[in-house]
């Protein structure tokens, strides 16, 4: 049974930092592009940011320099950094897992709560 189990999240203030992690089963991990998506409120879930198998990564360009995805190849991990937290970025985000020559996710963390607020 695949697999994407979330943690991280929480309340910070605007202008704060907070990191996600996901730990996707291990056959996911290695040959899948992995990525964290983010639903707020009435809005459409959003892509954030992916990273493949090799390292590569792209970002939404609301996130670009501020967030940060990486991956632990011995810890089967992959994680989402963000600073530079905005109210904007208050969503429930999620990770993702797709086949590399598909567009869309095909398995999903069951999400984790993000809020900036002061």
């Known amino acids: 049974q695949v697999q994407l189990m979330e943690s991280g999240g929480g309340l910070v203030q605007p202008g704060g930092s907070l990191g996600l992690s996901c730990a996707p089963s291990?056959?996911?991990?290695?040959?899948?592009?992995i990525g964290w998506y983010r639903q707020a409120p009435g809005k459409r879930r959003e892509l954030v940011a992916t990273?493949?198998?090799?390292?590569?990564?792209k970002y939404a360009n609301s996130v670009k320099g501020r967030f940060t995805i990486s991956r632990d190849n011995a810890k089967n991990a992959v994680y989402l950094q963000m600073n530079s937290l905005n109210a904007e970025d208050t969503a429930v985000y999620y990770c993702?897992?797709?086949?590399?020559?598909?567009?869309?996710?095909?398995?999903w963390g069951q999400g984790t709560q993000v809020t900036v607020s002061s």
């Open positions: 993702s897992a797709r086949r590399v020559f598909i567009d869309s996710p095909e398995y």
């Open positions: 291990g056959s996911i991990f290695n040959s899948y592009v």
């Open positions: 990273i493949t198998s090799g390292g590569s990564t």
